[in-house]
């Protein structure tokens, strides 16, 4: 019952929510898996112990706990960037890395794949890329089925 309810908080109320209630829901729940060394955490610093060698554990933990915040707080934003117009999404993005590789690539009317890794708030990837050529994205369907 608590898994449909939090479900429907999901859907229907936080795309309803400012930006910086996000980040404050994001901030106060990371610190609160922190605190608990909640598997999220733990699986943070581990992957961050193994890939970042020269950061010391103070450094690690640091990152970790930001990596966490940041999962959060894109989590609850998520419902917020499906249902945004494309007006509010232009507005929010404020610099794009390697739009002219694109625009380079789009001329070649060759066909683009954009592989892109699971960081950050994709969704608006997806919702911006499209002003450029039509797109479709691939994704896996949830076994949760209170997801439909």
């Given at each position: ?15 309803h ?9 994001g ?9 608990s ?112």
């Open positions: 019952m608590a898994q449909y309810f939090s479900i429907i908080f999901f859907i229907h109320v936080a795309p929510l400012p930006l910086w209630m996000t980040d404050s829901i901030c106060i729940l990371g610190q609160l898996m922190r605190l060394n909640n598997s999220l955490y733990r699986s943070s610093k581990i992957n961050l112990a193994l890939t970042q060698t020269k950061l010391n554990s103070a450094e690690i933990n640091s990152l970790a706990s930001k990596s966490l915040y940041r999962t959060i707080s894109n989590f609850f934003e998520m419902p917020l960037i499906w249902t945004a117009s494309d007006q509010w999404i232009k507005k929010k993005i404020t610099k794009i890395n390697g739009e002219d590789s694109l625009l380079a690539a789009l001329e070649q009317k060759a066909g683009v794949i954009l592989v892109i890794p699971h960081i950050g708030n994709w969704e608006i990837l997806g919702r911006y890329s499209s002003r450029y050529a039509p797109m479709t994205s691939l994704y896996k369907r949830q076994k949760n089925p209170a997801l439909g």
